[in-house]
């Protein structure tokens, strides 16, 4: 039976939360891995074992800052869509929901290969030959129908279940850890010594590649993040299960690991050469030193067991991540499908099982899914460190939110730690390095060619909604707002105030001067000031303290050289009626939008215009241009306080399909939803003459925004179809054009 949802959808306890970690920590990585850990460093892999852990704790601490402070699904993905860029977000997330399929595979080999041990050992009590089909074939047969089982499973129910196999299997490890300790009680002191020596045949070298191996069975606190959304009472309970799963898996992997090597092994046998022999099968051998056959068959249902619920709990996490992405638009929106009734990620799921089952047939073996997986969640580990020391310097300290203890050194100790043997293990193991690129390298180029637009106008929209994320990215950014008409001033300040919120932004009010051959210095000085003080008095009125500046210089040339000196994000001007004069006036308009290196705004209102009473906005689109991203923060912004409607609408001649006209309202639609959620409305119209329809449904309307053309080519960005709109419009409009400043892929900050 499972426990009814909380009203804001939060349907998994303290219980439940410390089973996502206890089922993807306890017994998979220790059955599956040890007897790799063994190889690399004999009786020293007790020691990486605890050095993982320790790791381990210390992220911990990180996750649950984070994770308090952001409780929702994604887990790493979602911190870093708060703190760094979109760019980087899409890397983390594509890298990390790659990670949690590559340890589904790892699980479910596990699980195939205990199964297969068990068939083995019944055909061996028979005195039977195995058949040829019980081989490696038949592990990834098993495996296959493991993970399309717990799809089934986790598409039926938010949990998975599985709470039951991580009770039998706690249980199962502490009969072993028992046993293992009567068994070390009885044994002489001498033959343990022998078996503890050397304490590390493989040196630190061995020391680490054990650990960069084995740290995936240590990696379970992340995945009880990554399902934050769906915890009660996250501020209390995300904490608390951390630690707890994390310490039962400590408390039980330890031990063993240690009393396996102790006595797990007769007096002469080389613990590390029976590992590198058979890595897969050394640790069920060594149980069955001290507790016989029964030991061996309980170890092998622990395996069973153990593996089962950790690729439930990864396969869960992974499709939390990609449904995280999907809403995101970083992946495809069929990702984000829901079920009708059940309200599970249908096609989330469906899509990382289906990954895992492909990379199932292509990795070769369990030690090199375990490198690739660790790999990437120990770099997944020093990401969460930066990006807790980022959201607590930036943002400062949260209520209610737990707090890291001795901050900043544990999340630099974290980081300095999980580098190390990520490097370490890059360079020891470089197919693991290489998977990792590959996919990345994968992501990057599906990113450019068919998220980007989506994702990064999403994005847009989300900061300009959510202000605070400005601060989090660590921006601060500055409106430059020219003002030479004091009627205009209310109307440009207002729209100034929008997308610079006095909390995290500022704006730059700016009066100029124009010297005049003749004249006395200061005159128009007192124009200047009344300009300015009006402007004040609207932005004091609203709550907003703008930076006010009167400069005498040259209009055009002095807009330009504070735009370049301040790096203004963006650049608001009012306009007369006519939005540009003709003759040199438009030519130097368009050359200062040619110039300037920040995002335009021109606003075309008459003197009683404002922006609070503008309810009804009109977006026309006739292509698919990166303008969207800006138009995304213009409308995040003006919506942010205040309920608009916002109507998207397309032009299609008047013979268009109705085919054509319903895909063109799916993609009105689409970016809608990314650009103003529940805010949104979209029109098809049907006409001749696109600007006169498109004037014509503007008297319905309280403001129009239109975009400006591309730089270069010679092509006058103040087209002549956004001009004779904006002309024709009966209502404010705006025409906004995007810098094109070129940013890296990847904006770590």
Known sequence: ????????????????????????????????????????????????????????????????????????????????????????????????????????????????????????????????????????????????????????????????????????????????????????????????????????????????????????????????????????????????????????????????????????????????????????????????????????????????????????????????????????????????????????????????????????????????????????????????????????????????????????LLPVVGMLGSGAVAVFQAVRVPTAGGVALLWLGLGVMLYLAVFKSGAETHDESAEARNPLLTRLRGKSPLVLVPIANPEHASSLIQIANALAPSEVARVLLLSIVAPREGSEPLAGLADAQAVVRRALETSFADGHRPVAMISAASPWEEIRRIADEHACQSLILGTGPSIVADGDGESELERLIGDVDCDIALLRADKTWQLSAAKRILVPLGGRGDEHGLRARVIGSICRNTAREVTFMSVAREDASDADVAETERWLEHLGEATAPGHCRVEVLRASDAAAGIIERAKAHDLILLGLSPAGGGKKQIGDFALRIARGVPCAAMLIGKRRRRAPFVAMG
């Open 1 to 408: 039976m499972t426990a009814p949802a909380s009203s804001d959808g939060r349907r998994i306890g303290l219980v439940g939360a410390t089973g996502v970690g206890v089922g993807a920590i306890v017994g998979g990585g220790i059955f599956v891995l040890a007897g790799v850990a063994y190889a690399e460093s004999g009786a020293g892999a007790t020691l990486a074992f605890a050095l993982n852990a320790l790791i381990a704790f210390i992220a911990a601490f990180s996750f649950a800052a984070l994770a308090t402070r952001f409780p929702e699904n994604g887990g790493t993905y979602a911190f870093a869509k708060k703190v760094l860029s979109v760019r980087a977000a899409f890397a983390v997330g594509w890298v990390l929901w790659f990670a949690h399929i590559v340890t589904s595979v790892l699980y479910a080999l596990g699980f195939g290969t205990f199964a297969l041990l068990g068939i083995n050992e019944v055909l061996r009590g028979l005195d039977a030959a195995a058949p040829p089909w019980v081989g490696r074939s038949l592990t990834q047969v098993l495996a296959a129908l493991a993970i399309l089982g717990y799809s089934a499973s986790l598409v039926r129910r938010a949990g998975g279940g599985g709470q039951w196999a991580n009770v039998g299997k706690v249980v199962v490890f502490a009969v072993m850890v028992l046993a293992g300790l009567v068994a070390l009680a009885r044994q002489p002191m001498a033959d343990t010594q022998r078996a503890l020596t050397p304490l590390l045949p493989g040196g630190a070298t061995g020391l680490l590649s054990a650990m960069g191996f084995t740290f995936i069975a240590l990696q379970g606190v992340g995945l009880i993040a990554a399902v934050a959304g769906e915890v009660k009472e996250p501020s209390r309970n995300l904490p608390r299960a951390m630690l707890f799963s994390l310490g039962i898996a400590t408390l039980l992997y330890v031990p063993l690991v240690f009393l396996v090597a102790a006595v797990g092994f007769a007096p002469g046998e080389s613990l590390q050469e029976l590992a590198r022999a058979d890595p897969d099968g050394v640790f069920a051998a060594g149980i069955r030193r001290f507790m016989g056959t029964a030991g061996y068959w309980l170890v092998i249902v622990a395996g069973v067991l153990s593996t089962l619920s950790a690729l439930s709990a990864n396969l869960l996490v992974g499709s939390r991540v990609a449904l995280a992405m999907a809403n995101d638009r970083m992946l495809p929106s069929i990702v984000s499908r829901m079920h009708a009734t059940r309200r599970t990620p249908v096609m989330a799921t469906y899509a990382t099982s289906l990954s895992t089952i492909a990379i199932l047939f292509m990795i070769p073996n369990l030690a090199a899914a375990g490198a690739a997986a660790s790999l990437i969640f120990l770099v997944a580990y020093v990401l969460t460190h930066w990006i807790a020391y980022l959201a607590q310097v930036r943002g400062g300290h949260v209520s209610g939110t737990f707090r890291s203890p001795l901050f900043p």
